[in-house]
């Protein structure tokens, strides 16, 4: 388990502890959401170059997988 301490806005913090989202265990859901989001965003945008260069599956490189692969897991 890691410990991590953010700052913020006292009136932010306020309204956030008030909704019940400053728990572990709502951070950790909002945080993951937020990564799978992320990682979603990078594989559309993969994906979108690929289309930009109109390749076909059969002119697909072992490069260009492997940078749809790396764009996906947020290399």
Known sequence: MTTITIELPDDVARSAQQAGLLS????????????????????????????????????LTPSDIQHAIDATRGH
């Open 24 to 59: 572990g265990q709502t951070l950790a859901a909002i945080v993951r959401e937020l990564v799978r989001d992320r990682a979603a965003r990078k594989l559309q945008q993969a994906i979108r170059s690929l289309d930009d260069r109109a390749v076909s599956a059969d002119e």
